[in-house]
């Protein structure tokens, strides 16, 4: 079984497949420029590359991408220059994920398939009545008002929530949310059903940190029963930064 990866060639999406196939895992990823891969990864023999922007794909293309995968992983970001902020395709995120999500729908595989989003802290559980002060409501209008990326974040999740629910024969998924990110290597990291701290002061969280979570969610079923349909918020352990 293989697991697909987008935004691959990301800052998240890179360490992520590079943990996928220190563990063995075959991996597909869709990139856009097969010259962002590192150079262990392109030659990497249990890696397929398919050179393309997810949305360019026709639904048939998505059908073979997601054919016999046991789990499929966005982790896509806008760019963060003005083009990628506010230029097309504004629903990057949401689409792919739909997109995916119809294609997976389509294959009728005979287990559900796990579908993991990443997603931001900034984005409220739709399911839940996570506690915002009043600034962190103020600034959270600005930035649904203002940043098409974040709009995008919190539609992905709304629409895992209600397009797929959690009674889909084809789909389980989980939308991880990550505050600030930073480099380094894997460490001890927290998860929560919630923000604890406040979203604009809670711990950073290294990015190898969220890949190796989700290499957690796709290996371990005990790990999965518990996060899956929820917006696990991961932060690095407190001695770790
Ligand atoms: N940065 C933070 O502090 C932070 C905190 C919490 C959550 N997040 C969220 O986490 C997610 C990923 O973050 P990251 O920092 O790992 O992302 P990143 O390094 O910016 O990577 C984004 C990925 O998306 C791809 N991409 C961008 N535009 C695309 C397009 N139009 N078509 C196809 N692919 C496209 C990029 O491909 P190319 O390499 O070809 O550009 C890259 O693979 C984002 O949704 C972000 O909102 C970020």
């Known amino acids: 079984m ?4 987008v935004g691959a060639t990301g ?3 890179h360490p992520l497949v590079e943990q ?3 563990r063995g895992h075959k991996v597909r990823v869709v990139v856009r420029s097969i010259d962002k891969l590192s150079s262990q990864v392109r030659a990497h023999p249990n890696l397929t590359i398919v050179e393309a922007a997810i949305l360019d794909l026709s639904d048939a293309a998505l059908l073979d991408l997601v054919n016999d995968c046991k ?3 966005s982790c ?4 963060i220059n003005f083009k990628g902020l506010f230029g ?3 629903k990057l995120c949401t689409d792919a994920t739909r997109r995916l999500c119809e294609a997976i729908e389509s294959n009728g595989s005979l287990e559900p398939t796990k579908f993991i989003l990443m ?3 900034g984005v409220k559980n739709p399911a839940s009545r996570e506690k915002r002060t009043w600034v962190e409501r103020v600034l959270l209008a600005l930035l649904h008002a203002t940043l098409p990326p974040h709009q995008d974040n919190e539609t992905a999740a709304e629409m895992l929530h209600t397009n797929i629910g959690q009674n889909n024969s084809a789909i389980e998924w ?3 949310r990550p505050d600030t990110l930073i480099n380094g290597p894997v460490s001890s990291y927290e998860l929560r059903t919630s923000p604890v701290t406040g979203i604009f002061c809670g711990r950073p969280t290294t990015r190898a940190n969220v890949a190796h979570f989700m290499v957690a969610l796709i290996e371990n079923a005990q790990l999965w029963d518990e996060w899956k349909f929820k917006m696990p918020v991961i932060m690095n352990a407190a001695q770790t930064f």
């Open 174 to 176: 989980s939308s991880v």
């Open 76 to 79: 896509l970001g806008h760019v």
């Open 11 to 13: 800052m998240t999406g």
């Open 20 to 22: 996928l196939l220190g």
């Open 71 to 73: 789990a499929v992983v």
């Open 88 to 90: 097309n395709p504004r």
């Open 2 to 5: 293989t697991i697909l990866v």
């Open 119 to 121: 997603n931001s802290v």
